[in-house]
């Protein structure tokens, strides 16, 4: 197959930004729905079930898409789940009933994991291992973007539209999205299954070393203050902090740009080092030391210089996101063509399941200490993912291996 150009790369790193956003925002805009089930007299806990289902959904397909991918390639991955999340949200805009917007919230989860792994690969395939780094942190970005879009989009919608009309716009991105990569992406170039199986390429690289165990432990561990500063950061500002709602959600709305930034950043400084590992042990450091600050702040500053816990509270939004990329890169490069597309859903997962005990867990914790106490005992998970994660020597040993097999 011939290469795509420098243009044709950066298009293809587009539309994979693109259907992840499209992603994120299907799936995590549905929390944005809570307001406007709350005014329809929800309680809620009948309406987290509700607006938990795409969540659901995500972590009951991803390896089942990371499987189809490594079988069919991403670009036919890509379409098909981007098509099948835009019928989903058509369907929930038309059910009519809390019961079918419930149940296509589901389905529309299981379509949009699609994109968590198969874009992934997009990266990995096309970008020299110079550029990958800053590749994935542009690709990374994609999530919190799409989360920052539905904070100021699916409230405002879904007031004047109603449920069911708020997924209308979802829908539309979805199917754009998949118009868009039918266009654009290119599939990246692989050994056939038979040369591959006669080199060991099919072979599990869980089994050659401890190194994907590892990171997806790490990662797993730092989604811990993640999804505590995204899911709580609201909720603090206006409870502890005394925020209007209105600057409140604006000031989150801006934390999820800064951390969209922050993987960027991540990316571009892994490029430049040489190496995922470095940067990942540093975001752990950072966001251990981070979080425990944030928690003494929430305690001891009050008053006029209370915007100080806010200002560290930005600060944790950035550090606390930047690790994905890192993580992601480092496992599709060292888990091979035939094998990246379950790896990263391996990883997606663990990470998902863990995000889910995230708010029932920190949240029963902030019940018994507060806020300041929670912020600082998460930075403990953080604080154990540092010697968790894999050391020069083990990158080094990835690396060569990694040399001898075409990713």
Same mark, same amino acid.
Do not use: C, K
């Given at each position: 197959?011939?290469?795509?150009?420098?243009?044709?790369?950066?298009?293809?790193?587009?539309?994979?930004?693109?259907?992840?956003?499209?992603?994120?925002?299907?799936?995590?805009?549905?929390?944005?729905?809570?307001?406007?089930?709350?005014?329809?007299?929800?309680?809620?806990?009948?309406?987290?079930?509700?607006?938990?289902?795409?969540?659901?959904?995500?972590?009951?397909?991803?390896?089942?898409?990371?499987?189809?991918?490594?079988?069919?390639?991403?670009?036919?991955?890509?379409?098909?789940?981007?098509?099948?999340?835009?019928?989903?949200?058509?369907?929930?805009?038309?059910? $009519?009933?809390?019961?079918?917007?419930?149940?296509?919230?589901?389905?529309?989860?299981?379509?949009?994991?699609?994109?968590?792994?198969?874009? $992934?690969?997009?990266?990995?395939?096309?970008?020299?291992?110079?550029?990958?780094?800053?590749?994935?942190?542009?690709?990374?970005?994609?999530?919190?973007?799409?989360?920052?879009?539905?904070?100021?989009?699916?409230?405002?919608?879904?007031?004047?539209?109603?449920?069911?009309g708020a997924l209308w716009l979802p829908a539309a991105l979805a199917a754009v999205a998949a118009v868009t990569t039918a266009v654009l992406v290119v599939d990246p170039p692989r050994p056939s299954r038979a040369h591959a199986e006669r080199t060991g390429q099919l072979a599990s690289p869980y089994r050659r070393s401890s190194?994907?165990?590892?990171?997806?432990?790490?990662?797993?561990?730092?989604?811990?203050?993640?999804?505590?500063?995204?899911?709580?950061?609201?909720?603090?500002?206006?409870?502890?902090? $005394?925020?209007?709602? $209105?600057?409140?959600?604006?000031?989150?709305?801006?934390?999820?740009?800064?951390?969209?930034?922050?993987?960027?950043?991540?990316?571009?400084?892994?490029?430049?080092?040489?190496?995922?590992?470095?940067?990942?042990?540093?975001?752990?450091?950072?966001?251990?030391?981070?979080?425990?600050?944030?928690?003494?702040?929430?305690?001891?500053?009050?008053?006029?210089?209370?915007?100080?816990?806010?200002?560290?509270?930005?600060?944790?939004?950035?550090?606390?996101?930047?690790?994905?990329?890192?993580?992601?890169?480092?496992?599709?490069?060292?888990?091979?063509?035939?094998?990246?597309?379950?790896?990263?859903?391996?990883?997606?997962?663990?990470?998902?399941?863990?995000?889910?005990?995230?708010?029932?867990?920190?949240?029963?914790?902030?019940?018994l200490v507060g806020y300041g106490w929670a912020f600082a005992l998460v930075a403990v998970c953080p604080a154990v993912a540092v010697p968790l994660v894999p050391g020069l020597r083990a990158?080094?040993?990835?690396?060569?291996?990694?040399?001898?097999?075409?990713?």
């Open positions: 197959m011939r290469a795509p150009g420098t243009a044709r790369r950066w298009a293809m790193l587009g539309v994979g930004l693109l259907d992840q956003a499209v992603s994120a925002y299907f799936v995590h805009g549905a929390a944005f729905l809570l307001p406007e089930l709350g005014r329809r007299g929800y309680r809620l806990a009948e309406a987290g079930v509700l607006v938990a289902m795409p969540t659901v959904g995500v972590m009951l397909t991803l390896i089942m898409w990371g499987i189809a991918v490594d079988r069919f390639g991403e670009r036919r991955v890509l379409i098909t789940g981007l098509t099948l999340t835009a019928a989903a949200g058509a369907a929930a805009a038309l059910s $009519g009933s809390v019961v079918g917007l419930g149940a296509f919230l589901l389905l529309g989860g299981m379509a949009a994991a699609s994109s968590n792994a198969a874009s $992934g690969r997009i990266v990995v395939g096309w970008f020299p291992a110079r550029r990958r780094g800053l590749a994935m942190g542009i690709r990374q970005m994609a999530q919190p973007l799409g989360v920052g879009i539905a904070a100021l989009t699916v409230p405002t919608l879904a007031q004047r539209l109603g449920l069911e190194f994907l165990w590892r990171v997806h432990g790490v990662s797993v561990l730092l989604v811990v203050p993640q999804f505590t500063v995204w899911t709580f950061s609201l909720v603090w500002l206006i409870a502890d902090r $005394g925020w209007a709602a $209105g600057p409140a959600g604006l000031l989150v709305a801006l934390t999820q740009l800064l951390g969209a930034a922050g993987r960027l950043l991540a990316g571009q400084l892994s490029d430049s080092v040489g190496s995922r590992m470095r940067p990942l042990r540093w975001v752990a450091v950072a966001a251990a030391l981070t979080m425990l600050a944030l928690g003494v702040a929430d305690e001891l500053v009050r008053g006029r210089a209370s915007l100080l816990p806010v200002a560290v509270l930005v600060v944790a939004s950035v550090i606390t996101v930047a690790d994905n990329g890192l993580a992601f890169t480092s496992i599709a490069e060292v888990a091979g063509p035939f094998w990246s597309g379950r790896a990263l859903g391996a990883q997606n997962t663990a990470q998902f399941l863990a995000a889910s005990a995230v708010a029932p867990g920190v949240g029963a914790l902030i019940g990158e080094r040993a990835a690396d060569r291996e990694r040399a001898t097999q075409p990713v």
